[in-house]
């Protein structure tokens, strides 16, 4: 079997996007619960800026959710046939808020 470092590069991407998804599904359904056991609605639970109980957690969802997309990103370049070779994982990050004041975490 011949493999090129860009399809080991495409394994790579593929094992963190799944890895990433496992934990966000996980972070999301604690969410969730705190939520419905809280009785609160969507969009003002899920808001950091105006729940700081769960702040943190919401703004990690939101990063992990990035970091998905941008995964994802790099499989449909290789899928078009480009080169990700250079893609090595990324460290943690910091939580930093996320571009929309209220974003739902329903599209998940």
Do not use: C, Q
């Not at 493999?3 to 094992?15: E, F, G, K, Q």
């Not at 990103?73 to 046939?81: E, F, I, Q």
């Amino acid at each position: 079997m011949n493999t090129s470092p860009n399809d080991l590069a495409l394994i790579a991407v593929m094992r963190r996007y799944f890895s990433l998804k496992e934990e966000a599904s996980a972070l999301k359904g604690r969410l969730e619960d705190a939520r419905k056991a809280a009785g609160d609605e969507i969009d003002p639970f899920y808001d950091p800026r105006r729940n700081a109980p769960h702040a943190e957690d919401i703004l990690v969802w939101h990063r992990l959710r990035r970091e998905m997309d941008e995964l994802m990103s790099l499989a449909a370049t290789w899928g078009r046939g480009g080169s990700i070779d250079a893609f090595s994982p990324a460290p943690a990050a910091e939580p930093a808020f996320p571009p929309e004041t209220g974003a739902s975490m329903e599209e998940s």
